[in-house]
């Protein structure tokens, strides 16, 4: 008996000795470089979510696919600068660069065609590694190895300086780096044995950008050469347009420098309180380790089941890049430099970086579905920002106004957290900010309400420039302010913007059953080419980065009325089928860049197309979305560099894969309801903020098996193809019966 029982133990210390099943780590599923080749325009870099320091390589800053600073297509790096923008069409930010090398100094870059003559570094890919919260490259010209890593405030480099010459490393702060801008000022300070704070005031996209910066060394600085507008010397402070150092340091072989660069809007002793709140020690695994958690906590809110890597990459890269943008602006004391220009204080965090355009589509309907507590954040930063200088962001980087696009899209953002309970916010000052815009004129003459009132359009002949694409989306701004109104019993101002709503009919053509632009006289625009794109920032035209088959779609707050004008749900089909069908050329006077992702006319690439397959299910042709849906899921995302088919634009091409691989997409931000799609996997489960969990079950899904054979809600037979957004909220459980051939 006891050779048993002496089994049975030894048994069970094995087992309790052996390894347990590892928990699935879902950040080993983001590629930071999807995007970064092609147009992509997203950058590698680690910041937290949402974080105000986005610390990246830069590879080139000369045109239009170096909007992120970092470009696949190079093989050279200039160094690492600490504000970036993901996936945005115009090139800004790029701020306060450092640059690790060994050998004599040199302050300019070089050209990528002669690295040699500057201080770019030659690398190669195979040695360059990213996952959220932590970037590394070799630098073979000097033999560095370069890590990175971010606290929200605090961008920290590790430099491993594997062969330094005569023990001698070298670090390059180039304050005049920036991304397509112009210098205004720099200044900086040497001050300590291992400390220099600065300041870099420039303009360009962003006009009047100030960012702060204090860098902390490991090691004390041996010596220090400056160069101030091409003077060089050894100054311990000092400005100019452009400033530059280059601080020298005893090095052996193979040991590193930690550089700890904390960033403020504010001061230079902001930047440095921030780098005391958030990493007072060395500890550089610490910070990267930290940050690889708070990734996996949230992207650990949603969790699939999918044996293939590829498809599983490619949905979780999507959700981390749905985490990069907005940006905090505030330090950790509270301080901030407001929009207007004065430096506030608060308890609250606050929030830039809203391009509004595109993310009002999709990205904030997703965050304020699985993150309100951060909708919350940035839509009182939003009227906070009415608070101070009477204006809702409309494309604002940088707490500076870029009128960049078009339409009043915080307004959608407002109506969407208003009616779907998404965070808490003042009600009665959104509304206020709405109406406000949707009534004031601005200086850019983005409205001109005068000329939209008499004519129930923008007239194409007035100075309004994408006269259609405004009249459109000011149609369903003006829908969303109704939508408010009614939420909060002004019953009148309800009624008002109701009506403005339908001025979209006034742009429709009934003989070519296209949206088109209108004279003031009455009369169409001719000659019409519906095929030509036209933008306000090349020449002037009736549509903004689209042509008339791509803006025709856009009327997301009354599909039905659409249907109506096109001649019932047959006809409404057969038109929207037209514009899958057609040849993909592209051409005109427009950012026909920007039109890419091409099925058909329809384009994938760019925003205002993003809702347009969702709407076979309103004509009764649900099987049609289906397809279109996976159709693009399968054949526009990938996961490699060039994975994206055009601008990531702050992460909305991103998160409408997110939504197509769930299975539904909020068609029309404002409303309480979401249109179904196509779901990706058998099993998607989110983890919703109130603690519910709301599960998507797709029986036999799979990229062949595409189309819905039945759903069911919370066990209860489900037909209809909305999907109302409290049922998600509550939680409960969605389920599918997916088939290869439409039912």
């Known amino acids: 008996m006891k050779k048993y029982i002496f089994a049975f133990v030894a048994a069970s210390l094995l087992a309790a000795c052996a390894p347990k099943k590892n928990i699935e780590t879902l950040s080993t599923y983001v590629n930071p470089f999807i995007g970064t080749d092609a147009h992509g325009h997203t950058y590698p870099g680690p910041l937290l979510p949402w974080g105000m320091v986005q610390l990246s390589p830069d590879t080139g800053n000369e045109d239009w696919d170096w909007c992120s600073g970092y470009h696949s297509s190079d093989n050279t790096i200039m160094g690492f600068s600490h504000k970036h923008l993901s996936g945005t069409g115009i ?58 890593t971010a606290t929200n405030r605090v961008g920290v480099h590790r430099y491993t300086f594997n062969n330094p010459e005569n023990n001698s490393g070298w670090i390059i702060i180039d304050l005049g780096h920036g991304l397509s801008d112009k210098n205004l000022l720099n200044r900086f300070e040497i001050s300590g044995d291992n400390k220099v704070s600065g300041y870099r005031h420039s303009t360009a996209f962003v006009k009047n950008q100030h960012v702060f910066f204090t860098a902390e060394f490991s090691k004390p600085i041996k010596s220090y050469i400056t160069l101030i507008d091409g003077i060089k010397g050894n100054e311990q402070k000092g400005e100019g347009e452009v400033c530059k150092l280059a601080l020298q340091f005893e090095v052996k072989p193979n040991e590193e420098i930690i550089a700890k660069v904390g960033i403020s809007n504010v001061d230079e002793a902001g930047a440095e309180n921030n780098i005391s709140e958030e990493m007072p020690d060395w500890d550089f695994d610490k910070v990267a380790s930290d940050a690889a958690a708070v990734w996996e906590n949230n992207l650990s809110k949603i969790k699939i089941d999918c044996d293939d890597s590829d498809e599983k990459t490619i949905f979780y890269t999507a959700f981390y890049h749905n985490m990069i943008s907005p940006n905090l602006i505030s330090d950790a004391d509270g301080r901030y430099r407001g929009w207007d220009g004065e430096v506030h204080k608060n308890t609250q965090e606050f ?43 409309i494309n604002e980087y940088g707490i500076n106004e870029t009128f960049a696009m078009i339409g009043h899209h915080a307004i959608p953002v407002l109506a969407d957290a208003m009616i779907n309970g998404f965070g808490k916010f003042d009600e009665k000052l ?46 369903y701004n003006d829908w969303c302010v109704a939508q408010m109104a009614k939420h909060l019993g002004y019953t009148e101002d309800a009624e008002y913007f109701t009506k403005r709503s339908q001025f979209y009919r006034n742009v429709f ?22 095929f030509k794109v036209s933008h306000a920032g090349t020449g002037g035209g009736d549509y903004t980065e689209a042509n008339a088959w791509q803006y025709t779609w856009h009327v997301q707050h009354d599909i039905p009325g659409l249907i109506d004008l096109m001649g019932g749900n047959e006809a409404f089909v057969t038109k ?14 427009g950012l026909t860049l920007d039109v890419t992702g091409l099925i058909g006319q329809y384009a994938h690439g760019n925003e205002p197309c993003h809702h347009v397959p969702y709407l076979y299910d309103v004509a009764g042709a649900p099987w049609k979305t289906q397809e279109k849906v996976s159709e693009i899921k399968n054949t526009l995302y990938q996961n490699s560099r060039d994975g994206l088919c055009g601008n990531d634009d702050c992460g909305q091409l991103s998160v409408w894969y997110l939504w197509g691989a769930l299975g539904f997409y909020p068609v029309c931000p404002g409303d309480d309801y979401y249109l179904i799609g196509s779901p990706s996997f058998p099993k998607a489960t989110l983890e919703l903020s109130n603690g519910k969990t709301f599960v998507i079950d797709a029986k036999n899904a799979s990229k062949q098996n595409i189309y819905i054979q039945s759903m069911k809600l919370n066990g209860l037979d489900y037909s209809t193809y909305e999907l109302n957004v409290k049922d998600v909220v509550a939680g409960g459980q969605l389920d599918f019966v997916m088939a290869a051939s439409p039912k």
């Open 430 to 475: 959104a509304y206020e900010a709405a109406k406000h815009a949707q009534t004031t004129d601005d200086f850019n003459m983005k409205a001109d309400w005068e000329k939209y009132i008499r004519y129930g359009y923008l007239p194409s002949d007035s100075i309004i420039v994408e006269s259609v694409s405004r009249t459109l989306e000011f149609a």
């Open 509 to 530: 053509d009934e003989k070519t059953k296209l949206m088109r632009g209108r004279k003031s006289d009455g009369s169409w625009v001719t000659p019409f080419d519906k």
């Open 351 to 393: 929030y830039t970086n809203y391009s509004l355009w595109d993310t009002y589509r999709g990205v904030h309907p997703f965050v304020g579905l699985m993150f309100p507590e951060m909708d919350e954040k940035f839509i009182n930063s939003m009227l906070e920002r009415y608070n101070e200088i009477g204006e809702l962001p």
């Open 91 to 148: 090139p800004d930010m790029g701020d306060i660069l450092l640059m690790p090398m060994t050998g004599w100094q040199k302050f300019e870059p070089g050209s990528k065609e002669n690295p040699d003559e500057g201080y770019r570094s030659r690398f190669l890919k195979e040695k360059e590694h990213a996952k959220p919260g932590y970037y590394s490259v070799t630098l073979d010209d000097y033999n560095v190895d370069v890590e990175l």
């Open 576 to 589: 929207l089928d037209s514009l899958f069908a057609f040849n993909s050329d592209v051409y005109g006077d």
